[in-house]
């Protein structure tokens, strides 16, 4: 269904709109950081993929309305099967999982037997369904410390958060050679300029980001990690080194601070916005509620599947309610 081909009334208070919607539906909408501020601030809950997804499972709701990207809207299916879950725009998908074809995947695990596939969530759910342990860029430091060193261990689909680990924890790992496009956007040689111009402000990284970038970072961690570092630094100014939608949350909790997104090739980060989170608006938000579609479809084998190394990743992992920061 292609929703854009349904019009909308130019006077329509959006905003009221999607706030009846919501309540006629019994609906919980969910924002990811990277979506835009407008989205952010309608949304009932704002954070890291799966802490949402746990969120909106704990609720009485019977719809899930996820504005991110595909694969975070199927997690949310995975643990809550009973709920209807939708997703503004089914073309929002995610560089990751895309570099990660299901079937050339099988086909790798199936060629190193002896090897634990640990997988970071930003994949499919069929990769997942091919997955021994789900993890996040929060916990997967923790996950893979739990592992015996003897243990051989494949990484996908993300190559650098790989890279990161395998350096950090001296583990060799076999690395998928995927990348997020977003991150990989960033350019040393602009970021050395800014902090120049900036000398007393630190740089917070996401781990997707490239090494030579991850460098020059006094902060490395997943979003709502880079967050805490933001509001909790004592340095007016920080340079945020992940997509920029998060700096929307920085500057409504500490209005005094000013945060700079680090720059693309062409020196500003307009390059690094994701063009997938970018597919979801207001619009499409209302539309989706109106009509409860594109809905999130998964076949009962691969959702239990997918289920099991995420589970798995649950009892790993050092939380300690279920609103954690586990992505």
């Known amino acids: 269904m292609n929703l854009m081909a349904s019009t ?5 208070d959006l905003i009221a709109e999607i706030k009846r919607l919501r309540e006629e539906k019994n609906a919980v909408i969910l924002a990811h950081y990277y979506q835009d501020g407008a989205i952010q601030d309608i949304a009932d809950f704002v954070g890291d993929s799966l802490d949402l997804s746990r969120k909106a499972a704990e609720t009485n709701a019977d719809v899930i309305v996820f504005c991110g990207v595909r694969f975070m809207a199927e997690v949310a299916k995975i643990l809550s099967p009973q709920k209807t879950v939708v997703l ?3 073309a929002a998908g995610c560089s990751l999982e895309d570099s990660c074809p ?8 199936d060629a190193h037997p002896d090897h634990m596939v640990l997988s ?10 091919l ?9 997967a430091e923790h996950i893979v410390n739990q592992l015996p060193e003897h243990q051989k261990i494949i990484f996908a689909p993300d190559r650098h958060l790989g890279g990161f680990l395998s350096r950090k924890l001296g583990r060799d790992m076999l690395l998928w050679q995927g990348t997020c496009i977003v991150h990989e956007m960033f ?4 970021l050395i300029k800014l902090k120049a111009r900036y000398p007393d402000a630190p740089v917070a990284a996401h781990p997707e980001c490239p090494d030579n970038i991850v460098q020059h970072a006094d902060h490395t961690g997943s979003t709502s990690s880079i967050l805490k570092f933001a509001l909790e630094s004592d340095a007016d100014t920080v340079i945020i080194a992940t997509e920029p939608g998060i700096i929307h949350q920085m500057e409504k909790a500490a209005p005094h601070k000013t945060f700079i997104g680090a720059p693309g090739a062409d020196g500003n980060c307009s390059c690094n916005t994701c063009p997938y989170m970018a597919l979801n608006t207001m619009e499409k938000l209302y539309l989706c509620l109106r009509d409860l579609g594109p809905e999130i479809d998964l076949d009962e084998q691969t959702r239990v ?5 995420l589970r798995r990743m649950l009892e790993m992992s050092p939380q300690t309610g279920p609103s954690k920061d586990l992505s």
């Open 8 to 12: 909308i009334d130019p006077t329509l």
């Open 102 to 109: 299901p079937d050339e995947f099988k086909k790798f695990v």
């Open 120 to 129: 970071y969530i930003n994949c499919s759910a069929a990769v997942k369904a």
């Open 305 to 309: 599947a997918a289920e099991k190394p």
């Open 187 to 190: 350019s040393e040689k602009e």
């Open 131 to 139: 997955t021994d342990i789900i993890v996040t860029s929060s916990n």
């Open 88 to 90: 503004p725009d089914m």
